[in-house]
């Protein structure tokens, strides 16, 4: 059992910020890469930033020089910092991690938060 709980979404005017944050809980082991993933409408959804248990990052090209993704490993949160914010960012935000658990250590799967809305508009 294991459950991510997104945060910081909300509503900012273009060239704004916003600070997204994920915090998983369960019966957690081991969390491996963590990542954003955003899906605006009409769209599939995209690979935003992800990170490794070791601190390395990829980002997608539209947003790099612009977000930052970072993680605490001491409270299983990862964080999107959101710079210089464009309407096209404007999207459901989705956390995901890739976790072994207590129950099932061997192993490891992706797990998904519910999705935070970003909205850039003036």
């Known amino acids: 059992q294991v459950q991510l709980v997104e945060s910081g979404g909300g509503l900012v005017q273009p060239g704004g910020s916003l600070r997204l944050s994920c915090a998983a809980s369960g019966r957690i082991f081991s969390i491996h890469d963590m990542g954003w993933y955003r899906q605006a409408p009409g769209k599939q959804r995209e690979l935003v930033a992800l990170i490794s248990s070791g601190g390395?990052?990829?980002?997608?090209?539209?947003v790099k020089g612009r977000?930052?993704?970072?993680?605490?490993?001491a409270q299983n949160t990862v964080y999107l910092q959101m710079n210089s914010l464009k309407p096209e960012d404007t999207a459901v935000?989705?956390?995901n991690?890739?976790?072994?658990?207590?129950?099932?250590?061997?192993?490891?799967m992706d797990y998904?938060?519910?999705?935070t809305q970003v909205t850039v508009s003036s």
Do not use: E, M, V
């Open 112 to 115: 998904w938060g519910q999705g």
């Open 93 to 95: 935000y989705y956390c």
């Open 56 to 62: 390395s990052t990829n980002y997608a090209d539209l």
């Open 67 to 73: 977000f930052t993704i970072s993680r605490d490993n």
């Open 97 to 108: 991690a890739d976790i072994s658990t207590k129950i099932t250590p061997w192993s490891h």
